[in-house]
């Protein structure tokens, strides 16, 4: 099980702030997250419609959607930030 957070427009497609989850052994990159949470349903898939702009954090750090999740905790998903 892993704990997947939730951020901004991520968060309200989808429905809720966060969600703990048991992901089926093929996925085993933030990539391969991105595309198997599009399968959940209707919120999931708008949510992730454009996966290249969303961001990924592992553990609260930011990471590339190549990087490999196993033993990750949580999971942050977000879209771009600005800064200011």
Not at 30 to 42: A, I, S
Not at 77 to 83: A, D, E, K, L, N
């Given at each position: 099980m892993v704990k997947l957070v939730y951020f901004a427009w991520v968060r309200e497609r989808i429905d809720k702030a966060?969600?703990?989850?048991?992901?089926?052994?093929?996925?085993?990159?933030?990539?391969?997250?991105?595309?198997?949470?599009?399968?959940?349903?209707?919120?999931?898939?708008a949510a992730l419609e454009y996966p290249e702009v969303i961001r990924l954090a592992i553990n609260q750090e930011h990471?590339?959607?190549?990087?490999p999740i196993a033993g990750a905790r949580e999971i942050g998903?977000?879209?771009?930030?600005?800064?200011?």
């Open positions: 966060e969600e703990e989850i048991d992901l089926p052994d093929s996925v085993k990159t933030g990539r391969d997250l991105l595309n198997h949470l599009k399968t959940l349903g209707e919120g999931y898939e990471v590339e959607h190549d990087e998903i977000f879209p771009p930030m600005t800064g200011g």
